[in-house]
């Protein structure tokens, strides 16, 4: 099955809600950067989630990070998205190894205490942002808890990733629904009731449900109306290009530097972990266009 985002609505527009598959890009970003499992646990949820707000935004242009940093072994996580389905994001501790909890990967002891910040690029002069102490470190809690305190939009956010034996990614995906101001009292009590009772993510995807039918339990009796599906995929726009500029931007010293050293140096991109090579010749040419 291809990922894909599905957008919706329900209760006579009272809920959008959005859900996604997101098993290929999950594995893919593990393979890029070779995580752990419980890793790859904590990197999946916020790439789902993550992919599943860039299709909130509006215009082609616009960006949304996620950037979390923490006390856990993990250190910290990074997760970009556009409003058209591309993600990428990475651990900055890729190698972290803990003890299973209650038989589950522990993706909040990994994490540990932390912060968690979100920032907006719409295109404006100042890129909207806002900041929320980590509540769980499980990742779908904490974006649950920001929505409601820097967005004042109650929502429920659900994401799992479960893993194969020999750690290859299974299945990963995950739902936000979230409530319109003027939601009434009925409604509201249908959903909370709904979302006491259902499955959990992974049980839902690994039930083979998609992401239609994982809001059509979430939204049971509500009158779901799928507005449309996108695909997603893990995406990473760096090239050698983008590498020299920030070759450029580190300043002529720091290139002389390297360039006395007389061997080529390798820089790798923080997303997608591709390495780029560049020649003591390269950065004599580069060296040429930095200030």
């Known amino acids: 099955m291809k990922d894909y985002i599905v957008r919706a609505t329900a209760g006579n527009a009272q809920i959008r809600a959005f859900a996604a598959v997101t098993t290929n890009l999950v594995e893919e970003a593990r393979e890029h950067h070779g995580t752990s499992p419980v890793a790859t646990a904590a990197l999946g949820r916020l790439l789902t989630g993550g992919v599943m707000m860039g299709s909130m935004m509006k215009n082609d242009t616009d960006m949304l990070t996620i950037q979390i940093q923490c006390s856990g072994q993990i250190e910290g996580l990074t997760v970009t998205a556009d409003s058209k389905g591309n993600v990428k994001g990475y651990a900055f501790n890729p190698d972290v190894m803990l003890p299973a909890k209650n038989g589950k990967l522990d993706v909040g002891g990994a994490l540990g205490q ?3 910040t979100i920032i907006k690029d719409m295109g404006l002069k100042e890129p909207y942002s806002g900041q929320t102490i980590l509540q769980t470190g499980e990742i779908a809690e904490d974006l649950t808890y920001y929505f409601a305190t820097s967005e004042q939009v109650p929502s429920s956010v659900g994401l799992g ?4 034996k020999d750690n290859t990614v299974k299945c990963a995906g995950g739902f936000i629904v979230q409530v319109m101001p003027f939601i009434e009292d009925e409604v509201l009590n249908k959903l909370e009731a709904n979302i006491q009772k259902i499955q959990s993510v992974t049980s839902m995807l690994d039930n083979g449900h998609t992401p239609e ?18 695909p997603a995929q893990f995406y990473c726009n760096c090239s050698k290009k983008r590498i020299e500029k920030a070759i450029i931007s580190i300043g002529k010293k ?5 360039i006395d050293e007389g061997k080529e140096i390798e820089v790798k991109c923080h997303f997608c972990n591709t390495a780029y090579k560049y020649t003591v010749d390269e950065l004599k040419e580069l060296l040429k266009q930095a200030r």
Not at 214 to 230: A, N, P, R, S, W
Not at 254 to 258: A, D, G, P, R
């Open 161 to 164: 990733v479960l893993m194969n």
């Open 213 to 230: 039918q994982m809001l059509e339990q979430v939204l049971e009796g509500l009158d779901l109306e799928i507005t449309d599906t996108m």
């Open 254 to 258: 720091e290139i002389q530097e390297m």
């Open 114 to 116: 932390g912060v968690m």
